[in-house]
Nanobody, 115 residues
Framework: QVQLVESGGGLVQPGESLRLSCAAS????????MSWYRQAPGKERELVAR????????NYVDSVKGRFTISRDNARNMVYLQMNSLKPEDTAVYYC????????WGQGTLVTVSE
């Protein structure tokens, strides 16, 4: 059974940090590009960061460049999103995504940035 399970979300104040984790199982995640998407209330889902299957290439949406870092540990079937200097506009449900020929999604983890 294919699963992507996100964890690490929560409520933080502006300027603080969080690290999201995504545990992949049921498929060979090392063969997939992995991404983090987010969806804020009333907005469309957007791509936040993507990492290639080997980890050698990463891409970020402009709004998070310099603050967020995506990484992966293929030996553990894990993907991470380190989020620093969080802003209220980062508030969203964050989803893990795996893409090759097939595409898989996790259930999401809520990140709330508020005073």
């Amino acid at each position: 059974q294919v699963q992507l399970v996100e964890s690490g979300g929560g409520l933080v104040q502006p300027g603080e940090s969080l690290r999201l984790s995504c545990a992949a199982s049921g498929f060979t995640s090392a063969n997939y590009a992995m991404s983090w998407y987010r969806q804020a209330p009333g907005k469309e889902r957007e791509l936040v960061a993507r990492i290639s299957s080997t980890g050698g290439s990463t891409n970020y949406v402009d709004s998070v460049k310099g603050r967020f870092t995506i990484s992966r540990d293929n030996a553990r079937n894990m993907v991470y999103l380190q989020m620093n200097s969080l802003k209220p506009e980062d508030t969203a449900v964050y989803y893990c995504n795996a893409l090759r020929v097939a595409e898989y999604w996790g259930q999401g983890t809520l990140v709330t940035v508020s005073e």
